[in-house]
């Protein structure tokens, strides 16, 4: 078995206080490869998302670790543990969180950014981005002026614009129709999964299951099983 | 850092809803505070023309006067007990009062005049027509061309016109640094004309004016006028004088205060107010940075730039369509007593700087508080 990409171990996290404390993850352990598409569904309530969130470096569990690429990321301190996010991950978020008043470059151009990149330079690579998610000719146009599907494409050219070593996506289809939402991961699997990559997608939607390399089953804060994705 | 701070300029002014309101509030709140204040500049400068004008270094009156439209005769011996104090290089008298000029169309104009002393002619106006020695001349007066001249009918060197009943002719055109106060021309003559001219009390000297032999020599000659019964001022205490008079005893200071006050919470109410909700509307967006990757302080210094940067812009549009008003209003009023000083620049300045700190921190507050895991959340 080769080394994780990502491994949690016994992950615990509690929200709220007195009567109305909830643990949401109750000593989760996952690990997730490299070249692999890991699916993390169960229903609303689950603790998909904060399991997403504690593996990404964006919630801070209450016990247990979490370590990527061998190093145990809720050591660092929080300006090391930005560089983490910045450098290793990225994220494709269910709303999107395009920038309205930015052209659709220079969204896909905020990590670049973030990482010291001349503008002018992080434009130019912004564009060859958004050239591999077909919307090169969209460069220069507000994200309010595209489609659902074009604003999740221009979401997931800026996730992999820093090129990270893990892509995370939270609901990617859910704001999308359904051949658009299979388009979609159908598109980031043949072209944004590579064997130096891993992919971990929270989603409810069964109809994409098909791309998955592993999916993960949740409920009220526990992994309940693993089954081997489909074959697309 | 510079690409950050590019993204928060495009964030901020692709925004042109939030950006202008913001621009407005601030241009607005500055352009009041630099024009209350400039309005008090320009007046405090008139009230202290004469002042400025003789340049002496040091003045002598009586304790009970506060500005020079308001004097108190001194007698003679005054002056001559100035002159032998201790510390004192010279010291000459000068007459300041108001006359009656009628013109050669019948037309009544009052009008200031300065009387200079005889001798030295200490205090003279710069001419730009005429011989300061013609002032020695009979029924010789000098006009000075300030906002004020066409009110005696543009005169020029000859015209002749009465002073109080007497004869007069303009014998030299002078300018001067600042015109007076109350809106009336200044003629020049000589100490002993002045007194012959202009009806006068028992004790004719307005002031003494006083070259100290050192500036050292300046608080000697200070106990020794006091130990007389008169007062002693250098020249700029002597404006301060005037200004706190304006200030303190004509309610224009507390009219200032206020309106200064208004003009600064108006900025900031909208300024602090349209900022705080541009910040809540991407707050979001903010939020997404930090998962991406964005430091706290990164985040921080995005804020404080736009802040900063609209609260400059606003700063200099102010202060622009401040110099345009008093323009404008100088073509129509060649006296708008208006003057913008580094004084009033600095006030409104550092008022823009608060309102830009007041403004920033509450959106600062609001950014560093939202987690990442928020916007996984939505």
């Known amino acids: ?232 | 850092m510079k690409g950050i701070l590019k993204l928060a300029y495009k964030l901020l002014v692709n925004d042109k809803a939030k950006s202008t309101a913001l621009l407005v509030g601030i241009t607005f709140a500055v352009f009041l505070i630099i024009q209350m204040t400039a309005m008090f500049a320009g007046t405090m400068k008139r009230a202290s023309a004469t002042v400025l004008n003789l340049g002496a270094s040091m003045w002598v009156m009586d304790p009970a006067v506060q500005t020079v439209a308001n004097t108190i005769g001194m007698p003679d011996y005054v002056l001559d007990a100035v002159r032998s104090m201790q510390g004192v290089s010279y010291a000459v008298p000068v007459y300041t009062g108001g006359a009656l000029v009628k013109l050669a169309d019948g037309a009544y104009q009052s009008v200031t005049v300065v009387g200079l002393d005889d001798t030295s002619l200490f205090g003279r106006p710069q001419l730009i027509q005429g011989k300061i020695e013609d002032i020695y001349g009979e029924n010789a007066f000098i006009v000075v061309k300030d906002p004020e001249f066409p009110k005696l009918g543009n005169p020029h060197v000859g015209t002749e016109f009465q002073v109080n009943d007497h004869r007069g002719v303009i014998v030299g055109i002078a300018q001067v640094s600042s015109s007076g106060l109350f809106g009336v021309p200044t003629l020049y003559t000589t100490y002993e004309r002045a007194l012959q001219y202009l009806p006068n009390p028992r004790f004719t000297i307005s002031f003494v004016l006083v070259q100290p032999k050192s500036p050292a020599d300046a608080v000697q000659i200070k106990q020794q006028v006091q130990a007389l019964g008169y007062l002693a001022l250098a020249k700029d205490e002597f404006i301060d004088r005037i200004t706190n008079f304006y200030i303190y005893q004509t309610g224009m200071g507390t009219n200032l205060l206020i309106m200064t006050v208004m003009s600064f919470v108006v900025g900031l109410s909208i300024s602090g107010q349209t900022f705080y909700t541009f910040v809540l509307e991407n707050l979001d967006k903010f939020g997404a940075l930090k998962a991406i990757g964005a430091k706290s302080r990164e985040l921080i210094f995005m804020i404080l730039f736009q802040a900063s940067f609209t609260a400059l812009t606003g700063y200099g549009l102010g202060i622009g369509m401040c110099v345009v008003l008093i323009r404008l209003a100088r073509l129509r009023l060649p006296d708008y007593a208006a003057l913008i000083t580094y004084w009033n620049l600095g006030l409104a300045f550092v008022m823009v700087v608060i309102i830009a700190a007041i403004s920033s921190y509450f959106g600062v507050r609001k950014v560093l508080r939202i987690e990442p895991f928020d916007i996984f959340r939505g």
Not at chain 1, 59 to 78: H, M, N, T, Y
Not at chain 1, 80 to 108: C, M, W, Y
Not at chain 1, 140 to 163: F, T
């Open chain 1, 1 to 232: 078995m080769p080394n994780p990409a990502i491994r949690a171990t016994g992950v615990v996290k509690w929200f709220g206080e007195g009567a109305a404390k909830t643990q949401a993850l109750r000593g989760v352990s996952v690990d997730a490869y490299f070249g692999e598409m890991l699916y993390i569904v169960g229903p609303s309530g689950s603790g998909k998302t904060t399991l997403l969130s504690v593996l990404s470096g964006i919630l801070r569990p209450d016990s247990g670790g979490v370590s990527v690429e061998g190093a145990e990321i809720w050591k660092l301190g929080s300006d090391k543990l930005a560089d983490f996010r910045l450098h290793k991950i990225g994220f494709v978020f269910q709303d999107f969180h395009l920038f309205p008043r930015l052209s659709t470059a220079e969204n896909v151009a905020i990590p670049l950014i973030l990482k010291r990149k001349d503008w002018k330079q992080a434009i130019i690579e912004a564009t060859k981005y958004l050239d591999i998610v077909g919307l090169k000719g969209r460069a220069d146009l507000p994200p309010v002026k595209l489609s659902g599907g074009e604003q999740q494409r221009v979401a997931i050219a800026r996730a992999i614009a820093g090129q990270p070593d893990i892509l995370i996506m939270d609901e990617p289809t859910a704001s999308l129709d359904g051949d658009t939402g299979q388009a979609i991961v159908g598109f980031v699997k043949q072209n944004v999964l590579n064997e130096k990559r891993c992919i971990l997608i929270v989603t409810h939607d069964d109809r994409i299951s098909q791309f998955a390399t592993r999916i993960l089953t949740m409920a009220d804060g526990v992994l309940t099983g693993t089954v081997k994705g489909g074959s697309a």
